[in-house]
């Protein structure tokens, strides 16, 4: 039914806040952009549906933008914010419930808005239940499981998604902004493919100078589709210009190819979307004219997470500690390349600051006086959730590296070599060369410039604050140069060692030193014609890392 904003039972006390309902406000000129995509080069829409609408900006700038007030429809959860859309848009179709809580009957133009942002663990199985209720009486034909397997693994606004296809007339067409985790995730590529099976992605866009919501960290995008599936490619976009101007030039007629930095992806291949939006001309350039010269680091290493101990108090231990636990129990530990006297290449245990105490669980304590002191003044210990369930909850066992990997970035790339065993924090992974592939010249690999490039142009940067990170699989499949067709080796490790050991500034400040040229130059030697990108690749890590950041940390879009 119609929400009625007077009424008295809606009482703002009562109501959860908007960051508990996932709501973020959106600025106009957002809001003008994702309608002139949406309702670009079709017949003027008559009806259109905001399914999660606010405080009514989609429906006040669609009003605006030429649709009838009498065909304007919005949904909310929240009394108050519908409220407020009752009063900028007064005339429109308001309706104050839950967006699955409804059978989808009416067929609408468009579908517009900011579905709320809502993790899948912060729902409640009554909710969850509710959602895929709703899901499988949309779309009968497709399977239970799969429908649970994606309420259960996405954020809220993956069935919104779904759900939204389901209410769209013939040729109708939807558009959101959207978490650009969902299209970094796993549980992202699943919903692309579903909804593949019963729409069309259009456009994706992205305005990779602005920051389009000041009070959240997570990164957005545009997503814009049609009711039915077919081929056609994805055009993907990043703006050159402003979001105001670039909704303008749409509204006006202007292709999406003149205010953006364009590309085409596969309609099936949803895992290449985030690189097609994000990654530089000049990665798909080198990647290309590379081709077989790039390997996936899978196939010539192991990699593992470092340690979680689940307690870094009682077992990461710093050499002003006095533990009086026995040195033979403590290792060096290598906990991030950030930490002060780390900022090298070369992990150096003598200005190494804290161990790592490793127990199998086999000790025998009696006999070792200091060590089952220090453990027994952990008092309660045991019942820590994170170590209830060892047997016993003191017994720590990790794997030994020499080469590892960082799993997330800022401005720095920097990739620790030991030269001897050492074991490292999960903040990074333990990277073992398979047989027959040399430890340090895969770190020199690791430490170049292309592979910089990698990391960066390929990771994930949806959750904001201008860091990257890359999970476990992801960095199986990382490209670098194979270290087994390098042909001056002697070269390479030369300049490796010469770089390893000096301190590495940022990206910004001095990437391009010397020693770095010559450690690329010589990973490069045996292909001059890829040789010839090196400044290219340079400038273009450092164009995008610093726009990366800058994008974390600045707002440029006025609601």
Request: charged share 20%; glycine share 6%; proline share 6%.
């Amino acid at each position: 039914m119609p929400f009625c904003p007077k009424n008295p039972a809606h009482r703002m006390s009562e109501e959860p806040s908007r960051h508990q309902l996932g709501q973020w406000f959106t600025p106009d000129p957002v809001v003008d952009l994702v309608l002139a995509l949406v309702m670009h080069g079709r017949p003027r829409a008559e009806t259109l549906l905001d399914p999660s609408c606010g405080d009514g900006a989609f429906l006040r700038r669609a009003k605006a933008a030429g649709i009838a007030v009498d065909g304007l429809h919005g949904v909310d959860v929240d009394p108050r914010a519908l409220a407020s859309a009752g009063e900028q848009v007064p005339a429109a179709s308001l309706h104050h419930r839950d967006f699955f809580d409804q059978a989808s009957t009416t067929d609408f133009d468009l579908v517009v808005g900011n579905p709320p942002y809502v993790r899948q663990e912060r729902l409640g199985q009554k909710q969850k239940a509710l959602i895929q209720k709703a899901l499988s009486s949309d779309w009968p034909s497709i399977p239970l499981p799969e429908i649970k397997k994606l309420v259960g693994r996405g954020d809220l606004a993956a069935p919104f998604l779904l759900r939204t296809i389901r209410l769209l007339a013939e040729n109708g067409r939807a558009a959101f902004v959207l978490s650009s985790a969902l299209l970094d995730s796993a549980y992202g590529a699943q919903l692309w493919r579903l909804l593949g099976k019963l729409a069309t992605v259009e456009y994706i866009v992205d305005a990779p100078s602005e920051q389009w919501f000041s009070d959240a960290s997570v990164h957005t995008c545009i997503v814009v589709l049609r009711a039915g599936a077919s081929d056609d490619p994805v055009q993907i976009g990043r703006l050159k210009c402003s979001t105001e101007k670039a909704a303008k030039a749409i509204a006006a007629g202007k292709e999406l190819r003149d205010i953006c930095t364009q590309r085409l992806a596969a309609q099936n291949a949803p895992e290449t979307w985030p690189a097609s939006l994000r990654a530089p001309d000049t990665w798909h350039q080198f990647s290309s004219r590379a081709g077989g010269t790039l390997i996936q680091l899978g196939d010539i290493a192991t990699i593992r997470r470092g340690i979680t101990s689940g307690a870094n108090d009682i077992f990461y231990i710093s050499k002003e500690q006095t533990s009086g636990v026995p040195k033979r129990f403590l290792f060096p530990l290598l906990r991030s390349p950030s930490k002060e006297g780390l900022r090298q290449i070369e992990f150096d245990t003598e200005i190494n600051s804290q161990s790592v105490l490793l127990l199998h669980g086999g000790e025998n304590l009696e006999s070792e006086p200091g060590l089952s002191a220090y453990l027994n003044s952990f008092t309660g210990a045991e019942t820590r959730k994170s170590l209830a369930a060892r047997t016993p909850w003191w017994s720590l066992k990790a794997k030994s590296a020499q080469v590892f990997l960082c799993k997330s970035y800022a401005d720095r790339f920097i990739q620790p070599y030991a030269t001897g065993p050492v074991f490292a924090d999960q903040r990074l992974y333990c990277v073992h060369a398979k047989a027959g592939v040399d430890a340090e010249l895969l770190s020199a690999v690791l430490n170049s410039t292309m592979t910089a490039l990698a990391l960066e142009s390929l990771g994930r940067a949806s959750m904001g604050q201008g860091v990257l990170e890359w999970s476990t699989a992801d960095i199986r499949t990382l490209p670098v140069v194979d270290p087994g067709n390098i042909g001056d080796v002697n070269r390479v490790l030369s300049a490796f060692r010469s770089l390893r050991r000096r301190a590495q500034k940022t990206v910004g400040e001095n990437w391009d030193s010397e020693y770095r040229r010559e450690l690329d130059s010589a990973v490069l030697a045996s292909w001059p014609d890829i040789l010839t990108m090196r400044e290219a690749i340079v400038e273009s890590l450092i164009e995008t890392c610093l726009a990366r950041n800058l994008r974390g940390k600045s707002v440029h879009v006025v609601g």
